[in-house]
Nanobody
């Protein structure tokens, strides 16, 4: 059974930092393009960042320079380091594993940026 388990969300003040983790069971993340998506209330889910099997990264314009996505294949985990957080970063963050023949989603972790 495939599982993606996100952790690291929480409440943080503007300007603060959080690190999200996505640990996988049942698949080898090293062969997948991994992505973090987020969905704020009343808005569509959007791609935040992605990383290919060769560690090529892509970021949404809104998070460039503030977020860093990395992968640790030995730990079968990807990380999203988020810095200089803003209230508009508040959302449920989802981990995604994408391969040519399908994709998997985690259950999501809440990130709230508020004074």
């Amino acid at each position: 059974q495939v599982q993606l388990v996100e952790s690291g969300g929480g409440l943080v003040q503007p300007g603060g930092s959080l690190r999200l983790s996505c640990a996988a069971a049942g698949i080898r993340l090293s062969i997948y393009t991994m992505g973090w998506y987020r969905q704020a209330p009343g808005k569509q889910r959007e791609l935040v960042a992605s990383i290919t099997p060769v560690s090529s990264t892509n970021y949404a314009d809104s998070v460039k320079g503030r977020f860093t996505l990395s992968r640790n294949n030995a730990e079968n985990t990807v990380y999203l380091q988020m810095s200089s957080l803003k209230p508009e970063d508040t959302a449920v963050y989802y981990c995604n594993a994408d391969l040519y023949n399908g994709q998997y989603w985690g259950q999501g972790t809440q990130v709230t940026v508020s004074p």
